[in-house]
Nanobody, 121 residues
């Protein structure tokens, strides 16, 4: 069982940067594939990025490729999302999740409570 807690969200101007963290507790983080998802008001939860348990494979949504970077530190049991060149359309609640290394949120069984990211124009 893995418990997840996100932090690092906030209000930032367009073009700015934020770094999200996801702290894990319990057993299994280092052997669990981890992803970031986001959900804007009135929209479905969408895939942002995923990293395999050892960090060997990383995939991004086209909308964030080249601007966002996912990473993990298994020793610290922490997942990160570095977000640069933020746009107003990146405004959403961001969730970290653990499960299979796919783009489908239904394949993830562990979820954090989410952290709000708001990008002003």
């Amino acid at each position: 069982q893995v418990q997840l807690e996100e932090s690092g969200g906030g209000l930032v101007q367009a073009g700015g940067s934020l770094r999200l963290s996801c702290a894990a507790s319990g057993r299994g983080f280092s052997t669990t594939h981890m992803g970031w998802f986001r959900q804007a008001p009135g929209k479905e939860r969408e895939f942002v990025a995923v990293i395999t348990w050892g960090g060997g494979r990383i995939y991004y949504a086209d909308s964030v490729k080249g601007r966002f970077s996912i990473s993990r530190d298994n020793a610290k049991r922490t997942l990160y999302l570095q977000m640069n060149s933020l746009k107003p359309e990146d405004t959403a609640v961001y969730y970290c999740a653990g499960g299979r290394a796919t783009r489908d949120p239904n394949d993830y069984i562990y979820w954090g409570q989410g952290t709000q990211v708001t990008v002003s124009s």
